[in-house]
């Protein structure tokens, strides 16, 4: 992968984005751009062949996805949240889908931003590091929503600028490296991966990573990371409903940190640890145990007391740590 640490420049919290990038996959799944984990973040991916980006806003994803596959071929992907609330893809200069999202980003994430893989928290509903097999060139992440008219223009013309655009981070791979040209000095750091001839110029060539489940006797039909420390589940029918304090920070990423010696991550495990005694409540999740998709049901004020939900007759109980019980579900009356 292509690790880019974290600063304050390419902090996505409550603004408009855009992330740019020329990808030829030689398989059909892999992250190409990836910034967060399970509760924030945005990724630029390839999942089935089609290309698709992804939000992760307050633990909630949001997805748009081309209807074409691109593998096996180069193709110009932009990913755009916009202001008002519209993430939208572009495949080579025209817009493949759009859809409305809850929120903007609202918390820097933690994890740094990966090009190539998503190697510390998965941001959509894939496996990390889901690692990306291929050549990738020209990435650009904006914090600034591109227009139709900016796209085109980028897709005919890989040298032109955006005037109005506010360049975050921009790795031309030219020089065999990923030096950030944006003047942020955002540079990225090769890891495992070795320079190749480039859509325009050089690129880096990917060649996927093994899974955290490769080795393992069980066959997964799919894996799933969910933005909470599970506290109590229950199996309904094909839904898998579960619910816990939420999962703010990611383990490895900090255990970096503190080797590191940066005073900031005792903050967020501070705030970590506020949310495991109840500080931030709960949110209850379903599973589908079919296909691994995950959503957001209820956001709980109070924490279920352990393996303290049960469901019966079409309802959902829930026994909290404030001493009363939830019920939900069922005809209203």
Known sequence: MVRVENSKSIDP???????????QAGKANGVIVARGGPADGYALIIKGGKP????RA?????AVT??????????????????????????????AGSRKVPDLIRTDPVQSMEIGADDLGAVGNYTSPYGFTGLIDEVRVYHTALSAEDVTKRFEDPKATIETAKLVFAASFDNDDAQDSSGNENHGKL??????????????????????TT?????????????????????ADKSLFVCGPPDLIDDEVSLEKIMARDTKVQ???A???????????????????????????????????????????????????????????????
């Not at 307050?58 to 949001?62: D, E, F, G, I, V």
């Not at 209807?67 to 071929?73: L, P, R, W």
């Not at 070795?194 to 880096?204: E, F, M, N, Q, V």
């Not at 069980?218 to 969910?226: A, E, L, P, R, T």
């Open 271 to 333: 705030e970590q640890d506020a949310a495991l005694l109840g500080s931030q409540g709960a949110p209850l999740m379903i599973v589908s145990t079919e296909s691994g998709e995950a959503r957001l049901v209820k956001q709980l004020k109070h924490l279920p007391v352990w393996d303290g939900m049960v469901a019966g007759n079409g309802k959902l109980f829930i026994a909290t740590t404030a001493g009363t019980v939830i019920c939900l579900g069922g005809e209203k009356k």
């Open 215 to 235: 080795g393992s006797f069980v066959k997964f039909d799919w894996s799933q990371d969910v933005p909470l420390y599970v506290r109590a589940m229950v199996l």
């Open 267 to 269: 903050e967020q495990l």
């Open 52 to 55: 698709q980006f992804i939000l």
């Open 191 to 212: 890891v495992g991966v070795k320079p190749d001839a480039g859509k325009y110029g050089r690129a880096i060539r990917f060649t996927g990573r093994r899974s955290r």
């Open 66 to 95: 081309g209807a074409d596959s691109i593998a096996g071929e180069w193709a110009h992907l932009v990913g755009v949240l916009t202001s008002d609330k519209e993430l939208k893809l572009y495949v080579n200069g025209k817009l």
């Open 13 to 23: 919290t409550g603004t408009a984005l855009a992330v740019e990038a020329w990808a």
């Open 58 to 62: 307050k633990s909630q994803m949001t």
